[in-house]
């Protein structure tokens, strides 16, 4: 069983659609959670991150956590087409070590003009 | 953008062969890390570092070894590359306190025939 699961997709949504990115995760004593974003051929670039349950909106992003349930997610209002990227979620263990990262493999994301 | 700059950039090589890759920083930041990128696997972490001389493994550290002899230097070495650690590589660095999101350098595309 992966620690941080994703669906790899593609997820195509129409262009000024909300889109929504699902991640699952097996540790039950993570803390903290973070969405990336990644370009083809580019480097991955933090989003936000969260830590409390509940929702934290930035702009257009809201990233939703329910521990409870261990997953995380990520809305995109106002889908553009420049969001089309992998989205990366990443969990930092239980029991300490909050500076090491699991990332999930990805979900690919295709706004559609 | 995080002060990250990584080099080099692109490099082919043939097996058997030590190969150096050098991450360089600078925002003074504590913890730096490096990553392979796999299709299928996603990020994976090979060592990171949590100070000068202050190094651990990480998911996936055979065949690699590291070095910090400096704050904003952190050294990737394969000693004798194989056709497995084609990949790309990825530093990465954070600070604390918790929950240190991490940031990403640009990348190095690394080739062994």
């Known amino acids: 069983q992966k620690e941080v699961e994703q669906n790899s997709g593609p997820l195509s949504v129409p262009e000024g659609a909300i889109a929504s990115l699902n991640c699952t995760y097996s540790?039950?004593?993570?803390?903290?959670f973070f969405w990336y974003r990644q370009y083809s051929g580019k480097s991955p670039e933090l989003i936000m991150f969260?830590?409390?349950?509940g929702d934290k909106e930035d702009g257009r992003f809201t990233a939703q956590l329910n521990k409870a349930s261990q997953y995380v997610s990520l809305l995109i209002r106002d889908s553009q087409p420049s969001d089309s990227a992998t989205y990366l979620c990443?969990?930092?263990?239980?029991?300490?070590?909050?500076?090491?990262?699991?990332f999930g493999t990805g979900t690919q994301l295709k706004v559609e003009l | 953008d995080a002060g990250i700059t990584q080099s080099p950039r692109h490099k082919v090589t043939e097996t058997g062969t030590p190969v150096t890759l050098r991450c360089h920083q600078t925002?003074?930041?504590?913890?730096m890390y490096w990553y392979r990128q796999d299709p299928g696997h996603g990020l994976r972490l090979i060592h990171y570092?949590?100070?000068?001389?202050?190094?651990d493994k990480g998911e996936v550290s055979d065949g690699y070894s590291v070095s910090r002899s400096k704050t904003e230097d952190f050294l990737l070495t394969l000693e004798s590359a194989t056709s497995s650690q084609t990949s790309v590589y990825f530093c990465?660095?954070?600070?604390?306190?918790?929950?240190?999101?991490?940031?990403f350098g640009d990348g190095t595309r690394l080739s062994i025939l």
């Open positions: 570092s949590y100070g000068v001389k202050d190094t």
């Open positions: 925002e003074n930041h504590r913890y």
């Open positions: 969260i830590y409390s349950n």
């Open positions: 990465a660095i954070s600070e604390p306190p918790n929950p240190m999101p991490q940031h």
């Open positions: 990443a969990v930092t263990p239980g029991g300490g070590g909050g500076n090491k990262l699991t």
């Open positions: 540790d039950r004593g993570s803390q903290s």
